[in-house]
């Protein structure tokens, strides 16, 4: 199946910081998302993202496909920032299947006042 | 508002009580799944439904059912759960299969089995 890796696994930001998170994926994909999962355990979608660039407010997000990576970009941090940022991409372990998401292991953000 | 509802939000129940945790989309979504989370192991995929009464097992099935008899409600049932089913639990719809749509997220139910 689908490898999907995210780096780096903690960060630790003083409030106002700028940051990047990476996602590689080991096959090509025409299907990616960028979750936020709260500390309420709540996942928050972020980002339908195959390709290119989008924006929301001070997060955005971008995905190279022909090189199997993904960066979310989080702009001056705020303590509301904090949780697991996840990414996702479909996959399809058989020919017929209606596929799944295979998540990464997921980059555990805090942000500190 | 589009969105996909499950309850309960938590649940302490005791082993071999049969449970079941609703959900529900209001996006006239074909595509319904089941996955659970659990430290260390990350999200994996429990069962999903292409349309009405149209079910298939995800990565870990075991222990669980589903149902679709309509084409907004996927509940998830535990007949006899066990403590190895203390878990986190999402359901995700989508509109069709994956891709090119993305998947939306319920709240999430968090359960423990005593």
């Known amino acids: 199946g689908i490898q999907v890796e995210q780096s780096p696994p903690d960060l630790i930001l003083q409030e106002g910081a700028n940051s990047t998170l990476r996602c590689n994926f080991s096959d090509s994909v025409n299907n990616l998302q960028w979750f936020h999962q709260n500390p309420w355990g709540q996942l928050i979608n972020l980002f339908y993202?195959?390709?290119g660039t989008k924006q929301n407010g001070r997060l955005s997000a971008t995905t190279v496909a022909t090189e199997r990576y993904s960066l979310l970009y989080i702009s001056s941090s705020q303590t509301t920032d904090s949780g697991v940022y996840f990414c996702?991409?479909?996959?399809?372990?058989?020919?017929?299947?209606?596929?799944?998401?295979?998540f990464g292991a997921g980059t555990q953000v805090v942000v500190t006042p | 508002e589009a969105q996909v509802t499950q309850n309960p939000r938590y649940l302490i129940t005791v082993t071999g009580k049969k449970l079941t945790v609703t959900c529900s989309q209001n996006m006239n979504h074909e595509y319904m799944s089941w996955y659970r989370q659990d430290p260390g192991l990350g999200l994996r995929q429990i069962y999903y439904s292409m349309n009405v009464e149209v079910t298939d097992k995800g990565d870990v099935p075991e222990g669980y059912k589903v149902s679709r008899k309509e084409k907004r409600n996927f509940p998830l049932i535990l007949e006899s759960p066990s403590p190895n089913q203390t878990s986190l639990y999402f359901c995700?719809?989508?509109?069709?299969?994956?891709?090119?749509?993305?998947?939306?997220f319920g709240q999430g139910t968090r359960l423990t089995v005593v």
């Open positions: 996702a991409v479909a996959e399809y372990p058989t020919t017929d299947s209606w596929g799944k998401l295979q």
């Open positions: 995700a719809s989508s509109l069709t299969r994956l891709p090119p749509t993305e998947a939306f």
């Open positions: 993202i195959p390709s």
